[in-house]
């Protein structure tokens, strides 16, 4: 395997996740990068909550619908 084929980026996978925390729904693209993956976070872009992936880079998040539960209390991550 050449160098170029290791370096490019691809769609490793998208998902719909719902938040255990605050239950909103929100899309996550992981990218991919063949030899070149490691371990990632996303967050919940409603209560911050994080959530681990192998992925080459930091996965994007959008955001579907928001919070269920009606607070505006943020998860703590510690």
Avoid: W
Avoid at 13 to 28: A, D
């Amino acid at each position: 395997m050449s160098k170029d084929e290791t370096s490019v980026v691809y769609l490793k996978g998208s998902f719909r996740q719902t938040c255990g925390y605050c239950g909103c729904i929100f899309s996550v693209e992981v990218p991919g990068r063949i030899r070149n993956e490691g371990p990632e976070n996303y967050c919940c872009p409603e209560c911050n909550k994080r959530f681990p992936v192998k992925a080459a880079d930091k996965p994007r998040v959008t955001l579907i619908h928001g919070r269920a539960d009606g607070l505006k209390k943020k998860y703590s991550n510690d």
